[in-house]
């Protein structure tokens, strides 16, 4: 499995995937559940699938026919993909924890901690 950036966006996306692992969700339905544009979500899961992380595959013609909208691509995260995003999460989250450079923490606070 290849590892990947873990911007903002794409810890959004994957948090929206883990919601219910199991459960396929259309481009659109993960722009809103990230609350990103398809701009972003797109290249973002065409990533994720490159990296093994997430699969996808297109609507039954007939269902989109019916319903008489275009044909949606279904998105699930693998069951090894959800690991490493539970881990990349994870390392993410404690990066962000971690204190600021000595340069910056040894800086002393003013009001509203600009000078």
């Not at 998105?75 to 690991?83: L, N, P, Q, S, V």
């Amino acid at each position: 499995m290849a590892t990947l950036r873990m911007t903002l966006q794409t810890q959004l996306v994957l948090r929206a995937l883990l919601e219910d692992p199991a459960r396929q969700r259309y481009g659109l339905e993960l722009c809103e559940l990230a609350g990103l544009p398809s701009g972003t979500i797109y290249p973002i899961l065409a990533r994720l699938e490159q990296a093994g992380w997430v699969d996808s595959t297109w609507e039954d013609p007939a269902v989109h026919e019916q319903a008489g909208r275009p044909r949606r691509r279904f998105y699930r995260i693998t069951h090894d993909g959800a690991e490493q995003a539970r881990d990349a999460l994870a390392r993410a989250y404690r990066s962000r924890k971690q204190p600021l450079p000595g340069w910056a923490a040894a800086r002393p606070a003013t009001d509203g901690g600009v000078s």
